[in-house]
């Protein structure tokens, strides 16, 4: 029902893809086992973040002073707690940093592998706002221990909030979430990167892949294995928050779909804000599930793996011969996404081979093989294959075939009145002419354009080269390299009727008459470029340039 009234939700629009996808996550087997730590107070206790590998931070409201009207509870402080070896809380204390832990929210807080840098999600301090706004402070310890004043980062603003960190062990690249312009939905996960000076550079929105019309928060990175958890209420989970997780490449340009991690982590409750240790396979999370002591509680886990949820997908495979089963190689071959874009493209090895790593969401690939005189071929990749396996391999069969190119017929495209543009029927064709070039590299196109005789000489010679240079610009956007198009624009002077000047004739006969018309060239045993080309391109130049001329 939901779907009906908002079909371009993405919450809606993940669900339809996968109907079933709630009593499969439900029905799924596992290992992990969840526990509540033993340092939960009857407040709100949440936002666990490893400090030095021996050490868990984490907010809490569990102190004393000042009353927040939010929940009546006191003000967070940040808390810390050690980690016992079978992966417990014990001993805490809260986090006594002096320039921290204030009379508002501070907390949660993120840190670097070494426990020397810091940033922590605040309200904003020394400023009067009509909301309750966060930003993000980053402070760092000296060689003494002493922690630095915390200074906010540079992309805050009264008008958004920026909140819940999460470094990488470097401290060069953060994630966290923030309701600024651009976002999708409520909060949404953004990634900034550190330069050589220190500052951080504009954030990037991770994009539809991961962000929803809901919130997503609680970022948590692990930088061995590259798995970020994010929380979310947008994503298809179990109900309320849920963690998700996926998959990062190393330079941080490709992730993989979020993928809900499942009970008993997720359950119907809010679930968020989960930090692991991957070569451990355990780690903490908050929670407001029942059985637990307060309002939010902090759990402990075991034996998670998350590459048994989440991974990058790898496309893989060989093009061979139809008939002999032979491979081929140097075949083109390209990956497409699910709106026709190219994504990546290679050419098959001496054996065939192709493979094509790191792919976020290959249920909606297509992969199309091309090669000289075989033309092409292409594969899709079904739901039923990714349920099988993270890694899918793909046989792609070619058939040789040596056609007459040079009998085609391309039939002409035509303008309308005074217009160069390609209007969208013509789109199909050009695509057409586009994939015989593409399959026949030794062929050339030539393309010639054609005005009415309305308008002065000089005017319909500029305006049939525009005309011309439009169909060279849609077919080099296709891949056709420009040196392959011989281009030659005739403005009024080869009429296909009597319409010339001062003769008076219907609308559709003018249409006739506004035209680019093809050839194709590079045949074999023929001419190349047209004898008519060779003798007009003078007489182009001096029409052009409004000199005189005799034809």
């Excluded at 989440?310 to 390209?334: C, R």
């Excluded at 002065?456 to 049939?464: E, G, I, T, V, W």
Aim: charged share 30%; hydrophobic share 30%.
């Amino acid at each position: 029902k939901y779907a009906d009234l908002r079909p371009k939700d993405i919450r809606a629009m993940k669900f339809l893809e996968d109907p079933d996808y709630y009593e499969k996550l439900l029905s799924k087997k596992t290992n992990t086992v969840v526990y509540l730590t033993d340092i939960n107070s009857d407040k709100s206790d949440f936002g666990p973040a490893y400090y030095m590998d021996s050490s868990i931070v984490f907010t809490s409201s569990r102190g004393f002073g000042k009353v927040w009207g939010g929940n009546y509870q006191h003000f967070l402080d940040l808390y810390i707690a050690t980690i016992t070896p079978d992966n417990n809380l014990k001993d805490v204390r809260k986090f006594f940093v002096s320039s921290l832990n204030k009379k508002y929210h501070d907390g949660p807080a993120s840190f670097n592998e070494y426990g020397d840098i810091m940033v922590v999600t605040r309200n904003i301090y020394g400023e009067r706002v009509k909301e309750n706004k966060l930003w993000l402070y980053e402070s760092h310890k000296d060689e003494n221990g002493k922690w630095s004043e915390p200074e906010p980062l540079s992309f805050n603003s009264k008008d958004y909030s920026c909140g819940h960190a999460a470094l990488n062990d470097k401290g060069d690249v953060m994630f966290f979430a923030s309701d600024m312009p651009g976002s999708y939905g409520g909060t949404d996960i953004y990634i900034t990167f550190r330069d050589a000076d220190g500052n951080w550079s504009t954030p990037k929105n991770l994009g539809p892949d991961v962000n929803t019309e809901g919130d997503e928060m609680f970022p948590f990175y692990d930088s061995k294995s590259g798995y970020l958890f994010i929380t979310s209420d947008g994503l298809p989970g179990l109900g309320g928050l849920d963690i998700f997780v996926l998959k990062v490449n190393k330079d941080f340009t490709q992730y993989s779909l979020p993928q809900n991690v499942g009970p008993p982590i997720n359950t119907r409750y809010d679930d968020f804000s989960l930090a692991y240790k991957n070569y451990k396979k355990n780690g903490f999370f908050s929670s407001n599930r029942k059985g637990g002591v307060g309002d939010d509680d902090i759990y402990g886990f075991l034996n998670f793996d998350a590459s048994k949820v989440t991974n990058f997908f790898t496309v893989s495979g060989i093009v061979q011969d139809k008939k002999t089963k032979e491979p081929i190689a140097d075949a083109l071959v390209q990956l497409y996404d699910p709106t026709g874009k190219l994504v990546r493209q290679q050419t098959s090895d001496l054996q065939g081979k192709f493979e094509f790593t790191e792919l976020t969401n290959p249920r909606y690939y297509k992969i199309k093989a091309t090669k000289p005189k075989y033309g092409s071929n292409e594969v899709q990749i079904s739901k039923e294959e990714t349920k099988k396996s993270w890694h899918i391999f793909k046989i792609i069969e070619l058939e040789k075939e040596i056609p007459d190119y040079c009998s085609i017929k391309i039939s002409p495209l035509y303008y309308d009145l005074d217009k160069s543009f390609i209007r969208p029927r013509y789109f199909k064709k050009l695509d057409s002419v586009a994939e015989i070039l593409l399959a026949n590299p030794e062929l050339r196109l030539h393309i010639s354009s054609h005005t009415d005789s309305r308008a002065s000489d000089a005017y319909n010679m500029r305006l049939s080269k525009r005309r011309a240079l439009s169909v060279v610009e849609y077919l080099t956007k296709k891949g056709i390299s420009r040196d392959r198009l011989v281009v030659t624009w005739h403005g009024e002077r080869q009429l296909v009727n009597e319409c010339k000047d001062g003769v008076k004739c219907p609308e559709w006969k003018h249409q006739l008459n506004r035209r680019t018309e093809f050839k194709i060239l590079g045949c074999e045993g023929k001419e190349d470029v047209p004898e008519e080309i060779k003798k007009e391109k003078e007489i182009r130049i001096q029409m052009e340039e409004g000199r005189p001329t005799d034809k």
